[in-house]
């Protein structure tokens, strides 16, 4: 994502190519030629991961259409937003290098007693389920993902917050001997580690999915493996990945993006096509994979499930 702030956060043109212009034909099937170095990096994807076994999980059959063609998973797997590895989109590569296990998750803040634990003992925990959800990213391209998850309401029930929690506060891993963004240059005075937030009441939706998994294995690192978030209603930016851990806060968390750049990227971050973004507009997406261009949908098609949790809140700055 381009960040307009003042001069000195801008990103050198050099360094980043704006969206809108890097997703022409010849970038997807870019794609496709990453998809190739990743296969070579990870021969067996995913086969030797703890957690393969329990792969894949059972559909959950609310969630068995999307409405669009799943996209492939040649082109979700290597055209991603990971800046903690660089800000092209061809970070898969780089990403390998983060190790993956034992990774520790810390469940904190408001909660009636703080916990530690291990990817792999809270999947023991939860029942993992698959859903295939629309992801619609704020730079106006968007993918159809078969992901492996649990709901964050589970996580809420095994945290126990207190009654003063309002809000879940998620937080990335800082490595900058692994992550070539938090180490080089001008990204090193980015507000790392990654952090996103979400209320209480979003939470307790039944659409939040905490993702383990895509296309029925373990979650390749490129998309944010062991643990990422995914909230379909809101832009790609939300859903926060590598995952270490989960606070239940008093106040609002201030994002990541929220933080760079406030007057594009604010806490709520709902899809809406009628609003557009400061610098172009967000009234179609284009698809990877097929590179079509599809009208976006209010809350991204989610409105039935989700419009709901925002009635009271018309003051709010919904849908940026
Ligand atoms: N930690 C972290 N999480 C992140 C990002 C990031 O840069 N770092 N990018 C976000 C953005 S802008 C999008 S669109 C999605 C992209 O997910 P994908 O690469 O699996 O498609 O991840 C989100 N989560
Ligand atoms: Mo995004």
């Known amino acids: 994502m381009l960040i307009r702030r003042n001069r000195s956060w801008e990103i050198p043109e050099a360094r980043v190519t704006p969206e809108h212009m890097f997703l022409n034909r010849r970038s997807f099937m870019g794609a496709a030629a990453g998809a190739v170095a990743f296969s070579a990096v990870r021969p067996a994807w995913a086969a030797e991961d703890p957690s393969a076994k329990l792969y894949p999980a059972k559909p959950n059959p609310a969630f068995a259409d999307a409405g669009r063609p799943v996209t492939g998973a040649e082109y979700t797997t290597t055209f991603n937003n990971y800046y903690e590895f660089g800000s092209s989109k061809r970070i898969a590569e780089a990403a390998e290098k983060l190790p993956i296990r034992p990774w520790a998750i810390v469940i904190d803040g408001e909660v009636e007693k703080p916990l530690t634990i291990g990817i792999d003992d ?14 619609r990213c704020v730079e106006a391209w968007s993918m159809v993902v078969p992901w492996t998850g649990f709901p964050v309401k589970s996580l809420v029930e095994l945290a126990r917050p207190n009654s003063n929690a309002k809000f879940l506060r998620f937080e990335t891993f800082n490595k900058p001997d692994v992550a070539p963004g ?25 659409m939040p999915l905490l993702v383990t998994g895509a296309y029925g294995k373990p979650l390749p690192n490129s998309m944010g493996a062991p643990l990422r978030l995914h909230l379909p209603w809101k832009y790609g930016f939300k859903s926060i990945k590598g995952i270490v851990r989960v606070s239940f806060t008093a106040e609002r968390p201030v994002s990541f993006w929220e933080t760079l750049g406030p007057a594009e990227y604010g806490f709520w971050a709902n899809v809406n096509p009628e609003v557009p973004h400061p610098r172009w507009s967000q009234a179609t997406e284009q698809e990877l994979g097929s590179g079509e261009r599809v009208p976006t949908l209010l809350y991204n098609g989610y409105a039935e499930q989700v419009a709901g949790l925002y009635k009271d809140l018309g003051s709010e700055k919904l849908f940026m």
Do not use: C, M
Not at 182 to 204: C, K, M, N
């Open 182 to 206: 938090q180490t080089d240059g001008f990204f090193t005075s980015y507000p790392w580690p990654y952090v996103e937030g979400i209320t209480l009441a979003e939470a307790a939706n039944e």
């Open 122 to 135: 809270l999947l023991a925990k939860v029942t993992l389920e698959e859903r295939i959800y629309r992801h």
